[in-house]
């Protein structure tokens, strides 16, 4: 019997041993499968575009998460590194334009930004006896503020000479795959090869015997998030190279993908056990998650679910793999044999996925021509009533026209946007429409777009540096005076307001704002009391209504830049709204529209978001088809009153 036993864990074969490497390579299996699935699903997967595209999009998280890797391994965690990666950025940019600096000394400023709040992480952990979640959540917050504090709240043209990390190499090879790969191969050096990695591995498996043993630990841990904050510098670099410009927003919610990567890739985040061969797979399989479910026109809502419960079930099988008794994914200190077994492992994966490659060519092959009927959306979010409208009309018109629409949501994501622009044009659609959570960022996706071929057309927002077959709008600035003349007629050219500004960075906050302050200027006895942004939402309306109100009870008039902040406004101001205060929205959506009915709110600026979208459809089909189109097309803006509501179709 004990034989029996022995033969079986060390001769182990056939079925018996597929399992074991199935088990001890759970992430890569997961991407392989993934890959295969969704080879079988779309034609247009498996195309040497969108593969680049993958390495293109995975490529940031990866960054970051070699980083959190290093953390996590010493039994940490980051919070901080979405916000590191903006700050850095914003640094470079800031300095190289604003400053005048020479491009190679922001860099290194930038870098130098990214390690010393790393840092300050690691003072606060290991001086300040911070738990990481709480320092790392309070840099979060610190670098955001930073980064919104030094730009203003608006994106920074980034120097031309660093812009060039988002180009490609020989016009194929993307710069951003080549800094991951070398960042990947950095991290597995440190890891696997340096005093500072063993350590790591020893302080996450156990820091008071790691103190003992004579390691230095409060000094290594600054050591490890500097790491941490050094690899947020890159990837922030990266990042805003491919969008040309530094976002104070970007890499919102980035740590999160980052630490998602490195424990599907087999970490633990008890410490003690990961590499970097596998946080790279988990970025992969986040990656290829996102392109695929983009390419089959999966909901963006479901999009959400679809990649939580793929994280579950990442972890669920390393936690089978444990039980099962695979071997621990450790440090790379480990024996010869374990590393050609190791090296073999990712032979057969790659021999595997070529077989799965050449195979579904075959299978799809010419089945992903162009057709000038799918047409593409890619809207900067759904978490607003006016967009949905946008959608709501788009889909609408496509219906009635007979076009396949694929709608996506940017979240306010310039990079998720780049990323979604990027896999519509590998996808081979007939025309692209873009709503731009900034018009700066979305140039480098677009210009892509127009050098495969495929007509662009903008909406609600123009994109910058990029051939638009067409621009369906309203204007914005024209929309701000607007609503300033309504307000001082409404007050009689007399008294004291506040503004509620969107979300800083986005070009829509900028062009009402702008228009506002514009039209004001004719009504010199109007007061700007106070100017607070709450980010288009509404529950951050009411909050920041609620705090204003504490300093300025005695305001006459509230200016919202949409009628989300509008309707937080008009609740935190209970009785008073409609009768001694007076609130002025922007959108024309539902509810703010039946707000202006019952009283609550004096008027909204309607953009008729309905009509944007079906337009905007309308346009980008006889683009496609090689019609004549309107370079501009400006749907009309209206001031909607309790008098006018009732007429207007929306």
């Known amino acids: 019997m004990a034989t029996d036993t022995l033969k079986s864990t060390t001769g ?8 074991r490497l199935l088990l001890d390579n759970g992430a890569l299996t997961a991407l392989i499968a993934l890959v295969i699935a969704m080879s079988a699903l779309s ?19 990866a960054i970051l998460a070699f980083g959190v890797t290093f953390v996590i391994v010493s039994a940490g965690i980051d919070l901080s590194v979405g916000s590191v990666a903006a700050l850095s950025a914003t640094v470079l940019a800031w300095m190289a334009t604003s400053q005048g600096v020479p491009v190679w000394i922001a860099v290194i400023l930038a870098v130098a930004t990214g390690i010393a709040c790393g840092l ?79 350590s790591m591995y020893a302080i996450g498996g156990n820091e008071e015997a790691a103190r003992l043993s004579g390691l230095r630990v409060k000094k ?11 690899f947020a510098a890159a990837a922030g670099i990266v990042l805003a190279s491919r969008l040309s410009s530094a976002q104070p927003q970007a890499a919102q919610g980035y740590e999160l993908d980052a630490i998602a990567a490195v424990v599907i890739g087999g970490a633990s985040l008890a410490g003690g056990t990961g590499k970097a061969s596998g946080t790279l797979i988990g970025a992969l399989i986040l990656a290829v998650l996102r392109n695929g479910l983009n390419l089959l026109s999966v909901s963006a809502f479901w999009q959400q679910v679809v990649i939580g419960v793929v994280i579950a079930l990442a972890v669920l099988l390393d936690t089978l793999r444990r039980k099962a008794g695979a071997t621990p994914v450790a440090a790379g200190a480990g024996a ?13 994966a790659a021999v595997v996925a070529a077989a799965v490659v050449g195979a579904m060519s075959f299978l799809h092959n010419g089945s992903s021509s162009s057709a000038t009927k799918k047409v593409g959306l890619s809207l900067s979010t759904l978490n607003n009533p006016f967009f949905v409208q946008i959608k709501s009309g788009a889909q609408q018109e496509a219906k009635k026209l007979g076009v396949d629409l694929t709608v996506t949501d940017a979240q306010n994501d310039a990079s998720q946007q780049a990323n979604q622009l990027q896999n519509f044009t590998s996808s081979g659609l007939g025309s692209i429409i873009v709503n731009p959570v900034d018009s700066d960022a979305a140039g480098p996706a677009v210009r892509s777009a127009n050098k495969a071929g495929i007509p662009v057309v903008g909406v609600d927002r123009g994109v910058n540096k990029a051939d638009t077959a067409a621009l369906v709008a309203s204007d914005n600035i024209a929309g701000g005076k607007l609503g ?24 829509a906050s900028r062009e009402r704002g702008a228009g506002f302050a514009e039209g004001l200027k004719a009504y010199p006895g109007i007061e700007v009391v106070a100017r607070q942004p709450a980010d288009f939402d509404r529950t951050k309306g009411l909050d920041v209504m609620t705090n204003l109100l504490q300093a300025h009870p005695d305001i006459q008039g509230v ?88 007429g207007f179709g929306g």
């Open 12 to 19: 182990a074969s056939g079925a018996s041993a597929v399992r």
């Open 43 to 61: 034609g247009d997967f498996l195309t040497t575009d969108n593969l680049l595209n993958i390495g293109v999009q995975a490529a940031v998280t």
């Open 120 to 198: 300050v992480n690691g003072v606060l952990i290991s001086y300040g006896k911070l738990p990481p979640f709480i320092a790392t959540l309070a840099m979060l917050s610190v670098g955001r503020g930073l980064s919104l504090v030094i730009s203003q709240g608006s994106p920074i043209a980034f120097p031309e000479s660093v812009s060039h990390l988002g180009d490609t190499l020989g016009g194929w090879l993307p710069v951003p795959v080549l800094v991951m790969v070398v960042m990947g191969l950095i991290t597995a050096l440190i890891l696997g090869r340096t005093y500072i990695g063993r």
């Open 220 to 230: 290594q841990k600054l050591a490890i998030y500097a790491l941490s904050g050094l």
């Open 336 to 348: 010869p044999g374990g590393r050609g077994k190791q090296a073999a492992t990712y032979i057969i």
């Open 484 to 507: 300033a003349k309504a307000m001082a007629e409404k007050l009689g050219g007399k008294g004291k307001i506040v503004i509620l500004q969107g979300l800083a960075g986005t070009s």
């Open 559 to 646: 200016f919202a830049e949409n009628d989300e902040m509008a309707l937080g406004a008009v609740k935190a101001l209970g009785s008073k709204a409609g009768t001694s205060v007076s609130v002025i929205g922007f959108d024309g959506e539902p509810d703010g529209l039946k707000a202006v009915k019952d009283g609550t709110m004096y008027a909204s600026v309607a953009q008729q978001p309905k009509e944007l979208g079906r337009i905007a459809v309308e346009n980008a089909l006889n683009a496609a088809e090689g019609k004549t189109v309107e370079k501009t097309v400006m749907v009309p803006v209206k001031v909607v009153t309790k008098e006018n509501v009732a």
